[in-house]
């Protein structure tokens, strides 16, 4: 680091003007917006607070805090993150933290080098921006302030002030001239997969999938999120949408409210599968949901790479799916599955917590007589025939809620009728198991590919018959059958209670959104997506070679060089003057001169020149002279008259064009 | 003295470093910054924004986040960027040394430097200084020139070499620091200190040709007020006046034309040789200021009596060169 630039930047000289500090809240103050939803509310209130402070000390310098009065801020700053964030210290509270400290360093922002550190900060909280939101959007967003933070930077660099044109100009351009180079990295520097390092727990708070237990509402707040889940390209013709059952954990155990996965422990033995029919070849690209769920269609015959089958064949990855995952899959529609029950298993899905619902146990007592058949059809005659409804809003059950349920409330969503369901069913001696995954799922026409959102989640149950296997009963389509053929938008027809994006009218905003979609899963695929598995796939195509990681290095330097070379010759150039069209003649006037050797020298007027010029060629004294002069008229005179600049431009013209200088 | 070596070796101080680098030479005065002779560095922004990098890409790489790649890839490059502008202000300038005026020693020469661009780009806040010395910083506009005014504190009288100077700039991002060196072989000369106090010469037997009253300082008459020039005594100076506001006047005063001083080498024995030098140097601006005639007799050289502006500054620079 050079010595001088050390010294100087700590010298009075160096102290801030009032529009280097104004342009520096001005781009903390747009960072800060756009991190708000990220940020607690009372986080933004004070750093608020303090810019306002910040801003009418600059008018007022005796309103800057002291040094004891900013560690007692910073003290203060850190105890309320520590207390709101309730001691955890992960990727929300450390982003509070930074905003307040970068915040509380303009408190004492005086010198340049306060600034610029304040600058390099504000530049690490664009980057951070995308911890919480990768969306196009944000991607949009993040670029007006790295214009402006730019800005704020060429701003201190300045000896004289410029106008805000030019400082943001110049960002501009500084940053196009990058994009080259960020391309280049951005495609061919080698992706590391991560995490290097343990991940703060909420990191993937804002995930939402599909749970390990089922309880009532689980399903039905999840319903209420629009957003995508997972999405399904499929290599052929599409199954029917009554067959679209994408299979997540199943649920065996049950506790009074509550259904859970079997223990491990248990040590269930692995369910055969059989399949007959054609095969359904599809993609599915899965939306991070920090949970192990790798979403498949009923019934998936092999699993996808990185993952593997539990005993009753819901996928599972071997790491949680903390990013945007892409595996191929096939299904069969037609499948036996798991034809005989051993012991445990028949144990286990049989299990009812005694001494509950004692209604539902009265109801099944005269069903013992019938056949496991009987027993399904009953029950889900009594569902369609009774005045159940399909709702989002059900009321809220408390003791025994599967008797209240069935016998009072009659209102609710498919976790109801799934759990019911399988409650009757062990009731009546028949083994039973709930299926938690998603239903059905939108065809978007743009992309042929199917979009299943979080709306879509459902619950099912699994019957298992003698000779048969299990077999799936889905008890929501007795109550509802539109649910299964057409989705919730139309089982839920007339109601605000979804997601203004799962519902059935507005079909200009659905188009819309449809095609908004298709974008967004391009970027979600090549930008988000662009991880090193992708950035091998994807080079190897491009090149038709296997490409190592050296082939990689190798690539970029080149890339680099070759676009710096390029850079470089644009920006090092030297630009010619525009000439005005009298400089232009005059420019004619001096090439025919300079045949002759005769060459201004370097500070000699025209007028000096062309007498120097006529005197050795005095047969176009008169010639030269007259050129000078209507020449030095153009350049130099106040003249505003258009029409006779016009004219003397026209003269000059005709002179130079006469003059025809002979070689002596 | 080889353990003091051994502690301090010579290549660990700046100044053997510096005579590594290329320095721009003038030629008629006129140097050009050729790219061979720019140097460029980061700043320390420069490391604390590489160090900022860095983090947000161990970052992106741990929470396998692609546009933390696009914005850690971006900034990477804006830095890359900002490298090239910043060597791109500096390349090409042309610096003619002006003519510089005479100082008396320990005074700020004001180096009048030229710097031109010849690249048709206007160039920002170029700085100039002599190192250790005090900063300029202009702008010059496409095609254009800028006066720059550098200023050099002289410690020495005589003829002094002007040390190099040093050109560089930050524009525009302050991540980068280019500089150059511009060597020009002009040689500066720098009139004696003269002595702070105003002892008036003794008079001389010699060269009293005048019959009146011989005052050496001639003020008998106050003929009006001249701006302050560095070397008037402060005795001179008209404090009160110069308290409206105006600048500084000294008071001029009429001195007997006909009286005449002859400042005598000897007349100094009772000084050091540098005080010696400084008491004449006094003198001689005391009687240039009272448009004196005085001649001035040194061990190799004397000049005859005058009061001319030319022998003044013969018997400044006589006094400056004396050995």
């Given amino acids: 680091m050079p010595k001088a630039s050390l010294k100087n930047t700590l010298s009075p000289t160096n102290l801030l003007n009032k529009q280097h500090l104004y342009w520096l809240l001005a781009s903390l103050a747009l960072i800060l917006a756009i991190h708000t939803p990220n940020l607690p509310i009372w986080v933004t209130a004070s750093c608020g607070l303090f810019g306002a402070w910040r801003y009418f000390a600059v008018n007022q310098p005796l309103l800057m805090p002291n040094r004891w009065l900013l560690m007692l801020l910073s003290l203060l700053v850190g105890l309320a993150v520590l207390l709101s964030f309730k001691g955890q210290f992960g990727r929300d509270a450390s982003l509070s933290l930074l905003v307040l400290m970068t915040v509380l360093k303009l408190l004492e922002t005086r010198f340049i080098r306060d600034y610029i550190f304040t600058v390099v900060l504000a530049y690490f909280l664009i980057g951070n921006l995308f911890l919480f939101n990768q969306s196009m959007l944000t991607f949009a967003l993040s670029i007006p302030p790295l214009i402006l933070l730019t800005a704020t930077l060429i701003h201190v660099s300045l000896k004289s002030p410029q106008n805000w044109q030019f400082l943001l100009k110049l960002a501009g351009k500084l940053l196009l001239q990058s994009v080259p180079v960020m391309l280049i990295l951005f495609v061919l520097f080698p992706r590391i997969p991560g995490p290097l390092w343990g991940i703060p727990q909420d990191a993937y708070s804002g995930m939402s999938g599909l749970g390990d237990n089922l309880k009532f509402g689980n399903i039905s707040n999840l319903t209420l999120n629009s957003s995508v889940a997972f999405r399904v390209q499929f290599k052929g013709k599409l199954p029917p949408n009554n067959q679209l059952y994408w299979r997540g954990p199943v649920l065996w155990h049950q506790n009074g409210n509550e259904w859970l996965m079997p223990s491990k422990r248990i040590g269930l033995r692995n369910e055969i599968l059989a399949t007959t029919g054609t095969a359904f070849d599809y993609t599915i690209t899965l939306e991070p949901h920090n949970r192990n769920w790798l979403l498949l269609l009923d019934m998936p015959t092999l699993a996808p790479a990185g993952g593997n089958f539990t005993h009753d064949y819901s996928a599972v990855s071997n790491q949680p799916v903390r990013k945007r995952i892409r595996y191929s899959a096939s299904s069969h529609t037609n499948y036996q599955l798991g034809t005989a029950l051993g012991e445990r298993e028949q144990v286990l899905s049989l299990q009812l917590t005694e001494g509950e619902n004692p209604r539902t146990f009265e109801l099944v007592k005269s069903w013992q007589s019938l056949s496991a058949e009987q027993k399904i059809n009953k029950a889900l005659q009594m569902f369609r025939e009774q005045p159940f409804i399909y709702t989002l809003r059900p009321p809220i059950l408390r003791e025994n809620p599967i008797d209240e349920f069935l016998f009072d409330t009659k209102r609710g969503f498919c976790e109801h009728y799934a759990t019911s369901f399988v409650y009757l069913m062990r009731a009546a001696g028949l083994p039973a198991r709930i299926v938690t995954g998603y239903q059905g799922g939108e065809l978007n026409p743009n992309g042929n590919y199917l979009i299943v959102r979080q709306s879509d989640a459902h619950a099912w149950a699994e019957v298992s018959l003698q000779g048969q296997g299990w077999v799936r009963v889905d008890p929501t389509a007795a109550v509802s059958p539109e649910r299964i053929e057409q989705g919730i938008s139309e089982a839920l027809r007339d109601s605000d209670e979804l997601p203004l994006l799962a519902r059935g009218d507005y079909p200009l905003l659905r188009k819309a959104f449809l095609n908004f979609d298709s974008i967004n899963n391009s970027w979600n695929q090549w930008v988000l997506g662009y991880d090193d598995k992708k950035q091998l796939e994807f080079l190897n195509q491009l090149t038709g070679k296997k490409l190592g990681l050296s082939d990689l290095v190798f690539w970029m330097t080149g890339a680099i060089v070759l676009v710096m070379l390029a850079t470089s010759y644009f920006l090092f150039r030297q630009v010619k003057a525009k000439l005005n069209p009298a400089q232009q003649v005059y420019q004619q006037y001096l090439r025919k001169l300079k045949r002759v050797n005769l060459q201004p020298n370097t500070g000699e007027g025209a007028l000096d020149f062309a007498s120097r010029a006529a005197q050795s060629l005095p047969s176009y004294q008169q010639q030269i002279l007259q050129i000078a002069s209507s020449y030095n008229a153009l350049q130099y005179s106040e003249q505003s008259n258009d029409g006779v600049q016009s004219d003397i431009l026209k003269q000059l013209e005709s002179l130079v064009a006469q003059l025809n200088i002979k070689k002596p | ?323």
């Fill in chain 2, 1 to 323: 003295m080889a353990s003091v070596s051994l502690f301090k070796p010579r290549y660990f101080t700046a100044d053997y470093w510096k005579k590594w680098f290329r320095v721009a030479s003038s030629h008629d005065n006129i140097a050009t910054l050729n790219p061979r002779q720019i140097y460029i560095l980061p700043t320390r922004w420069g490391i604390l924004y590489a160090v900022m990098l860095i983090l947000l890409l161990v970052g992106s790489i741990n929470y396998a986040i692609s546009l933390g790649y696009y914005v850690t890839f971006l900034l990477a490059s804006l830095g890359n960027m900002a490298m090239l502008h910043t060597w791109r202000n500096l390349v090409h300038l042309q610096i003619t040394t002006l003519p510089a005026s005479t100082v008396f020693a320990g005074e700020v020469l004001q180096m009048q430097l030229q710097i031109a661009d010849t690249k048709n780009r206007a160039r920002y806040a170029i700085a100039a200084q002599f190192e250790d010395n005090t900063v300029v910083r202009e702008d010059i506009a496409a095609y254009g020139s800028q006066t720059f005014l550098v200023p050099l504190q002289t410690q020495q009288r005589g003829w002094q070499t002007l040390p190099r100077i040093k050109l560089y700039t930050e524009f525009p991002l302050m991540l980068f620091h280019a500089w150059a060196y511009v060597q020009n072989p002009q040689q500066v000369l720098v009139y004696p200190k003269p002595s702070a106090g105003s002892t008036s010469p003794p008079l001389s037997n010699i060269g009293q040709t005048g019959g009146k009253n011989h005052v050496a300082r001639g003020d008998e008459d106050f003929d009006g007020h001249k701006t302050y020039q560095i070397g008037d005594a402060p005795s001179r100076v008209d404090w009160k006046a110069s308290s409206k506001g105006v600048g500084m006047l000294s008071k001029q005063y009429s001195g007997d034309g006909s009286a005449i001083l002859l400042l005598d080498w000897a007349q100094t024995s009772d000084l050091a040789f540098e005080a010696r030098i400084s008491q004449l140097t006094r003198w001689v601006i005391d009687a240039h200021a009272a448009q004196q005639h005085f001649g001035l007799r040194l061990p190799r050289l004397t000049l005859p009596p005058n009061n001319t502006e030319t022998h003044y500054h013969e018997a400044l620079k006589a006094l400056a060169l004396l050995d």
